[in-house]
């Protein structure tokens, strides 16, 4: 028995000695730098800050700091050229996609760098029309456009990610993407404005602020787009109050195509080992969980759902393939 127990305890020890446990990210006294590759005060630099202080929480010692790049290519390029370290990381969610495919950047998020981890899973927008919209949900909205080809004007960022969730919209709640007009109009101040005024038809905005114009009588909200989880019961309970039911998700309108997941990545430099890029993920997916980074989030109406390695690749294949068929339909994709 006592021999049989010496080989065991040898065997154990071996195992031990040949599989090590996993390291932490970073050491005591790293300093790692967030590239954001966008001015400070707007959605990727919000996220970086909650993501940052929470790190900052579950890696005590390890300093965070976040860098922001008014010009995007520039933070691009800068994730880009890093040392492959761990001490550079960066933020990109879909609209860094279809800037490759339309050549507005020349660094490929998903063959340039490396995703190590999701941030979030991004939020529902309200899809907000004037005070005196002859329509007032989805269906309603689908009718007006087949019988008004064209002369619903739609408000977003033409070339850019809003551009492309509204003809993915109009696509799936009328089957034709070119029944409306899209218009440039891309902050949400001047969305806001230009619908209130009658100036443009259609456009997206925050939760937020869809609730505070509606309340004043300046828009009628037809629905929200967002995530597939953005049903009215799992954005009430985000937002911390009932939604009305004109708030209600394009699946719960009856038009399951009537969504847009894009999420919020984590990026790294290429060249680092599977096992950095593991234990960077495992830290990123345990300051998910810290309070003030879900308070942060919920906020902002964006949905928190922590992904491992393999999960996080997955979600960026996902939407690296939808972007590559949707901006190929459209026309406007050069790679």
């Known amino acids: 028995m006592k021999k049989f127990l010496a ?9 031990s000695l040949a599989v090590p446990a996993m390291a932490d990210a970073w050491k005591s006294g790293d300093t790692v730098t967030f590239v954001v590759p966008a001015k400070a005060g707007g959605g990727s630099d919000l996220y970086t800050r909650y993501l940052t202080q929470a790190l900052s929480e579950v890696c005590p010692g390890t300093n965070f700091i976040v860098t922001n790049y008014e010009t995007g290519e520039v933070g691009m390029e800068t994730l880009k050229n890093a040392k492959a370290d761990g001490l550079t990381l960066g933020v990109a969610h879909g609209g860094a996609i279809i800037q490759w495919f339309t050549a507005m950047t020349n660094v490929n998020i998903k063959d340039d760098l490396q995703v190590v981890g999701v941030c979030n899973l991004g939020g529902p927008q309200a899809i907000i029309a004037g005070p005196n919209a002859p329509y007032h949900n989805y269906a309603e909205l689908a009718e007006y456009l087949k019988a008004n080809p064209g002369q619903v004007l739609i408000g977003c960022s033409l070339g850019g990610t809003t551009q492309m969730i ?23 101040a001047d969305k806001l404005t230009n619908v209130a005024s009658g100036s443009i038809d259609i456009a997206n905005c925050s939760i937020p602020n869809a609730l505070s114009y509606e309340a004043d009588g300046r828009l009628t909200i037809l629905g929200t787009i967002g995530p597939k989880v953005s049903t009215l019961p799992a954005m009430s309970e985000l937002l911390g109050q009932e939604l009305p039911a004109q708030y209600a998700s394009g699946p719960e309108q009856g038009v399951e195509s009537a969504t847009w997941d894009s999420c919020y990545y984590i990026l790294a430099p290429k060249g680092m080992t599977d096992e ?11 300051a998910c969980g810290v309070q003030s980074f879900i308070e942060g989030n919920n906020a902002m109406a964006t949905f928190v759902s922590p992904l491992n390695w393999a999960e996080s690749k997955a979600a960026m294949e996902n939407e690296w393939s939808f972007l590559d068929n949707l901006v190929g339909e459209l026309g406007l994709k050069v790679r």
């Open 7 to 15: 080989i065991l305890l040898s065997a154990i020890l071996c195992l």
């Open 276 to 286: 950095q890029y593991t234990a960077i993920n495992e830290a990123i997916m345990k």
């Open 166 to 188: 509204f003809t993915s919209f109009v696509n799936a709640i009328a089957g034709d993407a070119n029944l409306a007009t899209y218009v440039q109009c891309a902050s949400e």
